[in-house]
């Protein structure tokens, strides 16, 4: 004759089963679960900028690390719509740019007080969940002046880009301030295009300063080394390398890696511990968040004196001897 055993009995040796088996089914879900991810952007994922972002992020999906879901082209008038609804989709991490819609996306920021946010930024950060982030790579723009001071043939130099903001301001003084350097006789054009990817205008404005005598061209935009190509000029690339699209063109780059900010934010998101704050040191480059390209076909053809200089700022600049200035203003033609 079966006995019977109380089910209070039965409940608590069920429950000891899954201690000894492991974690309950919940927990081990919540463990194992991605981080859902959500990124915004008001232009082409190959665009110069968001292209660093978008990058970091593939790489910590490939990684298994993140579910990842990104809009690309998405207007300043339906920013604020989108980011909403990533927001109300359990998104953890949102990351984005916030310049041109700054009342909006910090609104939603103030909405949604359990998402963390991540955005392109000239403001600061707003409590609790609303950090920034910005391209600070004014030191590797610095070391590639030096290098264009020493390659101008001319002493003019052509600059164009795509708004006066300070993400853009500063790194073009700095490199600005790397040519006088080494060659106070440089004169600058400088040119705005107000548009963050329009290659043609930023064609055109770069042959009208070829025109005017401008022998190395600042590519802040696409767009303008291909002006220098046709025209057998030279260029300096900012925030990617595109030596191996124009080799006779790109002498050296100033490089923007994301990686150091986006892998930061996701450790605090995870282990619950991300807060407002700046992100913009982490583009540095002690942080590896920026670097100087390789010459690559260049190599042998950059002066010998300007790559000494070059290589002993670098090493300054790593050491914390040297600091580049962060001058934020609009740069103007001229000396």
């Known amino acids: 004759m079966s006995k019977k055993v109380p089910v209070r009995r039965v409940v608590v040796a069920a429950l000891l089963g899954l201690s000894a088996v492991g974690l309950p089914s919940i927990a081990l879900a919540q463990a194992g679960a991605k981080m859902k991810v ?24 490939s990684r298994g690390e993140i579910e990842y879901k990104a809009s690309e082209n998405v207007s300043n008038a339906d920013y604020e719509r989108v980011m909403r609804e990533y927001a109300t989709a359990g998104n953890t991490l949102i990351v984005g740019e916030s310049f041109a819609v700054e009342a909006a996306a910090r609104k939603v920021a103030r909405d949604f007080p359990k998402v963390s946010f991540l955005m392109g930024s000239s403001g600061k950060p707003q409590e609790p969940n609303f950090s920034v982030f910005d391209n600070y790579i004014q030191e590797p723009a610095y070391l590639t002046g030096l290098i264009a001071g020493g390659m101008t043939k001319s002493n003019r130099i052509g600059m164009v880009g795509g708004f006066p903001i300070p993400e853009v301001n500063r790194l073009m003084n700095a490199f600005m301030a790397g040519a006088r ?49 046709e025209r057998g000029k030279l260029a300096i690339g900012n925030v990617i390398d595109t030596q191996d699209k124009y080799p006779d063109t790109v002498v ?17 998101v995870k282990d619950q511990q991300f807060k407002a704050e700046d992100f913009g ?15 690559g076909t260049f190599e042998k053809k950059v002066p010998a004196a300007i790559v000494a200089k070059v290589r002993a700022r670098e090493s300054e600049i790593l050491a914390g001897k040297f600091t580049v200035k962060v001058d934020d203003n609009q740069p103007k033609s001229g000396k």
């Open 181 to 229: 350097e080494v060659n106070p006789k440089v004169e600058f054009s400088v040119t705005f295009i107000n548009s963050w990817f329009d290659p043609p205008k930023a064609k055109e404005a770069a042959f009208a300063m070829i025109d005017k005598g401008a022998d190395v061209m600042y590519a802040e935009r696409f767009g303008v080394s291909d002006a220098a190509r």
């Open 252 to 268: 050296a780059s100033a490089l923007w890696h994301m990686e150091p900010t986006i892998d930061r934010a996701l450790r605090l």
């Open 281 to 295: 040191q982490y583009s540095m480059m002690k942080y590896k968040g920026s670097e100087l390209s390789p010459l």
């Open 38 to 61: 959500a990124a915004i952007y008001t232009v082409p994922f190959e665009q110069q900028w968001v292209s660093r972002i978008h990058k970091a992020l593939k790489a910590a999906e």
